[in-house]
């Protein structure tokens, strides 16, 4: 199982990014997927997951602004990060659900938001 | 939102030593408890999940129990390797939430 993002990178605040997370070793379109960030210096903070049917659960700091969304046939996790703030600046980590426990994360991309 | 209270922050403590972290829930999460280790520079893996199984290749003297709503990860012999940030996850309900985290370090 490989998990790698990419995408990252510096933004202005209120502007817009995607992240991108590509699957390899294992069968993408039966699992759900997560999308989790970490601020420097700070703990795990669960942003957002889509189901292997692509249903989709947001956590409230990012509803309405950031957008999960997968791609089966490429093997791809997105993440549509739309009028971002400082507070979004982060490592993002995509990872795979397992029972609801993540068992498998990338190596995660940075995300820095700042004028 | 399902708080996790985790303790302690910070811990040194020696080698071979018995290590025991805590979580506990603000509301009954059932088994839906996992348990990760972030090493410095690292993404998490994960350690425990069910509050009790042992993922994948992970050492056996890592355990993890339940008492209620209190969650326990145990290391029964410390080793140099284990260095890092421990962070407990509840997954019974959206929003998923996560421990604070505990910063273990050798003595």
């Known amino acids: 199982v490989q998990l790698v993002e990419s995408g990252g990178g510096l933004v202005q605040p209120g502007k817009s990014l995607k992240l991108s997370c590509s699957a390899s070793g294992f069968t993408f379109s039966s699992y759900g997927m997560h999308w989790i960030r970490q601020a420097p210096g700070k703990g795990l903070d669960w942003v957002a997951y889509i189901s292997s049917s692509s249903g989709t659960v947001y956590a409230d700091a990012v509803k309405g602004r950031f957008t999960i969304s997968r791609d089966n046939a490429k093997n791809t996790l997105y993440l549509q990060l739309n009028s971002l703030k400082s507070e979004d600046t982060a490592i993002y980590y995509c990872?795979?659900?397992?029972?609801?426990?993540?068992?498998?994360w990338g190596q995660g991309v940075m995300v820095t938001v700042s004028s | 939102d399902i708080q996790m209270t985790q303790s302690p922050a910070s811990l040194s403590a020696s080698l071979e030593e018995i290590v025991t972290i805590t979580c506990q829930a603000s509301?009954?999460?059932?088994?839906?408890l996992a348990w990760y280790q972030q090493k410095p520079g690292k993404s998490p893996q994960l350690l425990i999940y069910?509050?009790?199984s042992l993922a994948d290749g992970v050492p056996s003297r890592f355990s993890g129990s339940r008492s209620g709503t209190q969650y326990s990860l145990k290391i029964s012999r410390l080793q140099v390797e284990d260095i890092g940030i421990y962070y407990c996850q509840q997954a019974s309900s959206a929003p998923l939430t996560f421990g604070s985290g505990t910063k273990l370090e050798i003595k």
């Open positions: 990872a795979r659900s397992s029972g609801r426990a993540l068992d498998y």
């Open positions: 509301q009954d999460i059932g088994n839906w």
């Open positions: 069910g509050a009790t």
